[in-house]
């Protein structure tokens, strides 16, 4: 079998593709999407020997039969179910330390994330400091929107008249 330190990459890569996409995951256990990501990421699925349907059969195979994770003892079965089917030229163990190489020190890789960009007409519509009339209140000098401050004018309903101008200045004018 593969060496320990092989083996310490190999649980590595297997913490980092269990925890990815999901906040709550512990790295103990890993889910089928995430099974069929690292197959996908680490080039163990080829499209011609080796499928995503055999890697969702793989992934039902190793698991129990109530459970929806496998852990990473079934991790490296189900890497042994597969490890034939992707290197068919080389015997059982040789396959299963290929295979093992392929996924070792791998972590999930973010293909397709889409950044904002602000472009043409977008930068100058989202740009406050060329915002005209009532619209520029709605913005403090930093480009913040104020809040609910910005769009409505707050009236102060304390007094015993409301929206009395001069509320708590009675007493001022009244000497005793």
């Known amino acids: 079998m593969a060496g320990s330190t092989e083996m310490a990459a190999l649980e590595e890569s297997f913490r980092k593709f269990a925890i990815y996409g999901d906040t709550k995951a512990t790295g103990q256990e890993m889910n089928g999407k995430n099974w069929a990501k690292l197959c996908k990421d680490c080039k163990v699925t080829d499209g011609k ?3 995503s349907t055999d890697v969702d059969i793989v992934f039902s195979k190793v698991k129990g039969k109530t459970a929806r994770v496998i852990n990473y003892e079934e991790f490296k079965k189900a890497l042994e179910e597969l490890a034939p089917k992707r290197f068919k030229d080389k015997s059982k163990e040789e396959a299963y330390e290929a295979i093992c190489q392929l996924v070792a020190g791998k972590e999930p890789i973010n293909v397709g994330v889409t950044k904002a960009k602000t472009v043409g007409a977008v ?10 009339g009532s619209h520029k209140e709605r913005f403090d000098e930093s480009g913040k929107g104020k809040g609910k401050s910005g769009r409505e004018n707050i009236v102060d309903n304390s007094g015993y008249v409301s929206a009395y ?12």
């Not at 930068?123 to 005209?132: F, I, P, Q, V």
């Open 165 to 176: 101008k001069n509320a708590g200045t009675y007493d001022a004018k009244v000497k005793k």
């Open 49 to 51: 020997s080796v499928t």
């Open 123 to 132: 930068e100058r519509l989202t740009d406050t400091s060329k915002y005209t």
